[in-house]
Structure formats: structure tokens, C-alpha cells
């Protein structure tokens, strides 16, 4: 299929259709309502169901039932609505049930703003709603890579059975850019033999997060926390730009990671040896990333729309070899190259400890 | 490399404007992106959207130096006429904006887009008008490539509307030369 120009939200739409989801349950908010509104058009068109549900709490109870029964199924909503749909997300974690949700992320906290923001960083990564649990979460940075990632979510879903989440932002929902759907490399799936499909003739499965005995419970986290380790073995992804002799890294994700790029070029003109380290999936976060690093850096700077998430983990990975500095906008404003070059420059000039 | 920044009038076609040029550098195989202003608008305030166009990897697609301002009214002028880099191309709608470029360091054309297109017959392609200057001052796309895209973003039941818009493109071609 040749290339289109679309639109960030649509061409989520059409890449989970592609990619086989039938199911679409939301409610809407600014900034991703082209999501919800491009699913009521084209799910009928492929014989799925689309459903405006009465609220964010119903809606992700919507998918946790969909799930159940072994459908593809997802949601979108951004910064508050998905904040309402935690409780639903950590039944869905704790069931084990395979779902993706995009949350494209608004400036908070509160009701906050429409701009694009990246400060749902712990939420996404570090669990969100209650319990010990964890997403799959990636953090494309272009409205192809969105798609790609997309069309791969439904399946990494079903192998862990444990929901993806497609973390994005205002710009990336909003832009046009030309995509291409390419159907990405299968996995091997196991058979959903889980699901709640009509039990004639076999034994009743049951969907359930509840789990009174304590000792039951603790060894359905250990399997979870197995998981999970599991996927920070297997599924770390990174882009490295210019990093073979870098003495300064910048760490970026998503939106900001275009622009650290275009800042990394105007830091070599400058004569600063910079690069980027561009996390793709942001849990697990590519740590294995930082051990491929030359010796020649001597610092990091992690850059986000947010007054400072993921530069902690980039401190836990970096383990207090090298100084790591940080730098932010947040309420919806893009951080401008020229004050991320500042930065820059006075982390070099030594200016910055 | 061009970065573009359409901007205007609610309905004055700035948003379509623009989404052509990306198009049409996407049918030459370049790199684009196409961003519209979104946020808390007031009413009859500008509408603008940011376009790149570029062989390379496109960056930020969001703009703050821009190569290239095409202003359909007033307010639109007066907020991104100061954006535009040194050497930089504004062209301006002159049937709605009385005032001329403020700047000595950039290339100004005022083209009376409203006036030409309600000569055409048809007012609602002022927009055209100023694409077919704005194909004829920079070269960013060429303008079969544009024919090419006015058909993707004028919808089917519009095609009849294809040729009046043609002629508007080359009408503005024309009067910028």
C-alpha cells in the first residue's frame, strides 16, 4: 500500500484495526478525539464495535470484559481521563488480560491544559493504579513509528497477556505525516485458552483479580514480577544517534526526542560532541542502552516535557558514574532548541555541576 | 528545507492550504509534516498550521523560525511577520491587510487574493490565488505536484471545483511574477 498523510489519531485507529483490535470503548477528550471519532466510522465498516461509553470508568470496564472473553480491544483518552481508568487498568494488570491503551498525554496536573505534555511518565512506567504491576509502554516518536508500534502492541499484549500502553502527546495525535502499514513480523501466540468463550464442554474459565489467601496472592505477584523481568530481558528498544564518540548524551523520548535531534546537530556544529539516546520502550526502559555508550561521555542530559520523570530512571541506569543533568518545560510548552543548547553549553563549560 | 507557516481567518482555507503543500511534498518523496495551531482559540481569531517540507529527517515539526509566512489577514501578519528568519518570504493577502511589511530584511509580496478570485468568479478560491504566488516565489513543490494534491484534499463530490481552483493557482502565479 502506498504512502498517506494522515493524522497522528487516525492512523492509531487504523493501524489497531489492521492489526486485528474489533473493539474500540472511550470516552472523549481533547486532544485525542479523532481516535474515537475515526473507530465509530471504520470498526462497522470491518464488523467490530464501536461504544461511546458513559464515562472513562465504564469504558475501560468495557475493555476489561472484552479482553476476558479473548477479543482485541483498546481504548484511548489523555492525561485525566486515563487517570479515572486506573482502577479498571490494574484489574485488567492483575487478570492478566491483553489490551492497549493509548493515552495522549495534556499538560496537567488536574484538569491542566490541552497542550502536549510527557508528564504522565510515572503513571505510564511505574504502575499507575494500585498493586505491583507494570505496562508494556512504548513512546513513538513519529506518526509512523506510532503506527509500526501499534500494529506490534496487539501481539507483544497477547504473548505476556498484559497491556500495552502507547504513550503520546498532543503533537504527535495532532500532526500529519505521511505512513505506510506494513504487517509486522508475527510472534508465536499461545492459543487463548484463558478466556471466557462458553465453557460447553470444557471446565469453567474465570476472570478474576481477587485473591483472598494471602500466600495465593503472593505467588501470583512473584509470576507477575517474573514477567516482568522478563520483558526487560527480551523487549528493551533504543535508538542511538551520534553516540560513537559523544562526550555529552542526551536522553529524550517521543516529541522531544525530534527536537533533542535537530539540537544534537547544532551542538556538533558547535563543536560539543553530542548524541542521543532515544528510549522506545519506556517500560521496559532501555538500560541496556547506557553499557553500549563509549568511554568519552562525561555527562547526560535528559530533556522532557515534564519537570522531571524519566531523567530518574536515566540516574538509575547511568548508577552515579557521570553527573546527570536535566532540563524541562511543563503546562504545555515545548522546550525550544535554543534553551536546550544552552544547557548544554554550560554543562560543558562546566558552568553546570 | 522549508518551513511554512500558513495562517488566517477561520474558513479562509489556510488549513487546507498548507495540508497541499504537505501532499505534494509527500508525492515528490520528500520528508513532511503538517501540524495545525490547536488550544484554546478565541473566536475570529487566526487559524495556522505548520508545514515542512525537507529532503532530510524532519525534526521538530513544530515551527518557531519559519522560512515562509503566508498571512490571509491582519492578526495573522502581526503575529508571525517578526517569527520569519532573515532572508525570509512573507506574502500577505493585500484585499484584507492595508498595511505593508514592517521588515527590511525579509521578501515581502502582497498579493490581493480576495479581488482576484471574486474576478475568477468564485471568492472562495483567494486561497489558490496565493498558492499559485507562493509556487511561483519559491519552487518548494512544483505545481503539477499541487494539481495532484488538490485532488486529494478537495473531497470527490467537489471535483467539480478542480478546474476554477487550477485557474486560480495559475492566476496567482501569474500576478507574482
Redesign the interface.
Known amino acids: 500500500m502506498a504512502?498517506q498523510?494522515m493524522k497522528g489519531n487516525e492512523a492509531i485507529g487504523e493501524a489497531a484495526i489492521q492489526a486485528g483490535c474489533r473493539y474500540f470503548f472511550g470516552y472523549p477528550i481533547?486532544?485525542q478525539n479523532e481516535v474515537p471519532e475515526y473507530m465509530s466510522r471504520r470498526l462497522p465498516e470491518v464488523g467490530g464495535v464501536f461504544l461511546q461509553a458513559e464515562s472513562e470508568v465504564a469504558a475501560i470496564n468495557m475493555v476489561y470484559g472484552a479482553a476476558g472473553a479473548g477479543d482485541r480491544v483498546m481504548t484511548s483518552s489523555s492525561s485525566p481521563g486515563i487517570s479515572l481508568k486506573q482502577e479498571g487498568i490494574s484489574y485488567i494488570a492483575g487478570s492478566e488480560l491483553p489490551c492497549l491503551i493509548i493515552n495522549i498525554i495534556r499538560g496537567g496536573p488536574g484538569l491542566g491544559?490541552?497542550?502536549p505534555a510527557q508528564s504522565d511518565y510515572f503513571q505510564a512506567t511505574k504502575g499507575g493504579g494500585h498493586g505491583d504491576y507494570h505496562l508494556f509502554v512504548f513512546a513513538p516518536a513519529s506518526v509512523q513509528e506510532m503506527v509500526d508500534l501499534i500494529m506490534e502492541s496487539f501481539d507483544i499484549a497477547d504473548y505476556y497477556r498484559n497491556p500495552v500502553m502507547i504513550l503520546g502527546d498532543?503533537?504527535l495525535g495532532?500532526?500529519?505525516?505521511?505512513v505506510e502499514f506494513k504487517a509486522p513480523k508475527k510472534r508465536d501466540l499461545p492459543p487463548k485458552d484463558w478466556a471466557t468463550t462458553g465453557c460447553a464442554g470444557r471446565e469453567r474459565n474465570v476472570i478474576n483479580s481477587l485473591s483472598l489467601v494471602a500466600e495465593n496472592l503472593e505467588k501470583h505477584n512473584h509470576k507477575l514480577q517474573e514477567k516482568y523481568r522478563h520483558m526487560k530481558e527480551n523487549e528493551q528498544r533504543w535508538e542511538l544517534y551520534k553516540t560513537d564518540d559523544a562526550e555529552l548524551v542526551l536522553v529524550a523520548y517521543g516529541?522531544t526526542a525530534?527536537?533533542v535531534?535537530?539540537v544534537v546537530n547544532k551542538l556538533r556544529d558547535q563543536g560539543i560532541k553530542a548524541g542521543l539516546l532515544r528510549p522506545i520502550t519506556i517500560f521496559p526502559f532501555p538500560e541496556k542502552a547506557f553499557a553500549l555508550l563509549p568511554d568519552t561521555v562525561k555527562a547526560f542530559l535528559a530533556v522532557e516535557m515534564s519537570a522531571g520523570q524519566m531523567v530518574e530512571d536515566v540516574r538509575l541506569a547511568v548508577d552515579g558514574k557521570c553527573p546527570v543533568h536535566f532540563c524541562g518545560r511543563t503546562g504545555g510548552i515545548?522546550p525550544?532548541?535554543a534553551e536546550i543548547i544552552k544547557v548544554a553549553t554550560e554543562i560543558m563549560g562546566g558552568e553546570r555541576k | 528545507m522549508a518551513e511554512m507557516i500558513f495562517a488566517g481567518f477561520g474558513g479562509q482555507g489556510v488549513m487546507s492550504m498548507g495540508m497541499m503543500v504537505a501532499y505534494a511534498g509527500m508525492i515528490e518523496e520528500k520528508n513532511v509534516s503538517w501540524i495545525p495551531s490547536y488550544g484554546p482559540e478565541m473566536r475570529g481569531g487566526t487559524a495556522n498550521c505548520a508545514v515542512v517540507v525537507t529532503a532530510e529527517e524532519i525534526g521538530s515539526p513544530i515551527i518557531t523560525e519559519p522560512d515562509v509566512v503566508v498571512a490571509m489577514n491582519l492578526p495573522s501578519m502581526n503575529k508571525f511577520e517578526p517569527m520569519l528568519k532573515p532572508g525570509g518570504l512573507l506574502i500577505y493577502n493585500s484585499s484584507l491587510i492595508e498595511r505593508e511589511g514592517g521588515r527590511d530584511d525579509i521578501t515581502v509580496i502582497g498579493v490581493p487574493a480576495n479581488q482576484l478570485a471574486t474576478e475568477l468568479g468564485n471568492s472562495r478560491v483567494a486561497n489558490m490565488i496565493v498558492m499559485g504566488a507562493l509556487l511561483a516565489k519559491t519552487k518548494v513543490v512544483g505545481t503539477e505536484s499541487i494539481k495532484k494534491a488538490l485532488r486529494q484534499v478537495l473531497p470527490s463530490h467537489r471535483h467539480d471545483l478542480l478546474g476554477i481552483n487550477e485557474e486560480a493557482i495559475q492566476r496567482g502565479a501569474e500576478y507574482a511574477k
Open positions: 504512502k498523510l481533547t486532544p491544559g490541552i497542550q498532543g503533537t495532532q500532526m500529519m505525516e505521511p516529541t525530534r527536537i535531534k535537530s515545548i525550544a532548541p
